[in-house]
T-cell receptor
Framework: GAVVSQHPSWVICKSGTSVKIECRSL??????MFWYRQFPKQSLMLMAT?????????EQGVEKDKFLINHASLTLSTLTVTSAHPEDSSFYIC????????????????FGEGSRLTVL | KQEVTQIPAALSVPEGENLVLNCSFT??????LQWFRQDPGKGLTSLLL?????REQTSGRLNASLDKSSGRSTLYIAASQPGDSATYLC???????????FGKGTTLSVSS
């Protein structure tokens, strides 16, 4: 299957600092990537949809000024948690769809390994 | 609004048992449904993908079925092994190109 890589896999930062998480599709192009957040023992909650070359679409309740998303190329989307606070500590996972071409898209989403953020 | 429910939330079985994990959804107009496995602290591993036009998919000891009319999917695991211990997530897409909506998962523990 297609490979999605996330970096870093874990990060610890001080309260008030900003952290950038990268999501790369290694062997395919993705015009759309999705960012999810997962709190302990909870399921994945969609935060935003990242579209290459345009602004991200955020889910209700997600602060777009706090969670900055940039999708500058067909293989890279970044999530920046600005002025992080302890309540932002979570597991962040990105996903992308391997677009084989119109009419040939199975719609299967591939996920990165996730990035665990701990804010002290 | 689409909602995905998984029962049971947790399941413990001895090695060798066949088991069924359940997933239900409220809106039957789905595009596809995926089953994932998640190990503690790790990302997701895709297990099976079922298109809306399909009834089931099989991979090794895993079989996933889909009944759109009743809003249900099941994941059948045959001859369970301790290595199967993980959280299993059911997720679906309402339309092509849209994000997946996840259930809360079933945490499976298989004892040797």
């Amino acid at each position: 299957g297609a490979v999605v890589s996330q970096h870093p896999s874990w990060v610890i930062c001080k309260s008030g600092t900003s952290v950038k998480i990268e999501c790369r599709s290694l062997d395919f192009q993705a015009t759309t990537m999705f960012w999810y957040r997962q709190f302990p023992k909870q399921s994945l909650m969609l935060m935003a949809t990242s579209n290459e070359g345009s602004k991200a679409t955020y889910e209700q309740g997600v602060e777009k000024d706090k969670f900055l998303i940039n999708h500058a190329s067909l293989t890279l989307s970044t999530l920046t948690v600005t002025s992080a606070h302890p309540e932002d500590s979570s597991f962040y996972i990105c996903s992308a769809r391997d677009q084989l071409g119109q009419g040939d898209d199975t719609g299967e989403l591939f996920f990165g390994e996730g990035s665990r953020l701990t804010v002290l | 609004k689409q909602e995905v429910t998984q029962i049971p939330a947790a399941l413990s079985v001895p090695e060798g048992e066949n088991l069924v994990l359940n997933c239900s959804f409220t809106d039957s107009a789905i595009y596809n449904l995926q089953w994932f496995r998640q190990d503690p602290g790790k990302g997701l591993t895709s297990l099976l993908l079922i298109q809306s036009s399909q009834r089931e998919q099989t991979s090794g000891r895993l079989n996933a079925s889909l009944d759109k009319s009743s809003g249900r999917s099941t994941l059948y695991i045959a001859a369970s092994q301790p290595g199967d211990s993980a959280t299993y997530l059911c997720a679906l897409a309402n339309q092509a190109g849209t994000a997946l909506i996840f259930g809360k998962g079933t945490t499976l523990s298989v004892s040797s």
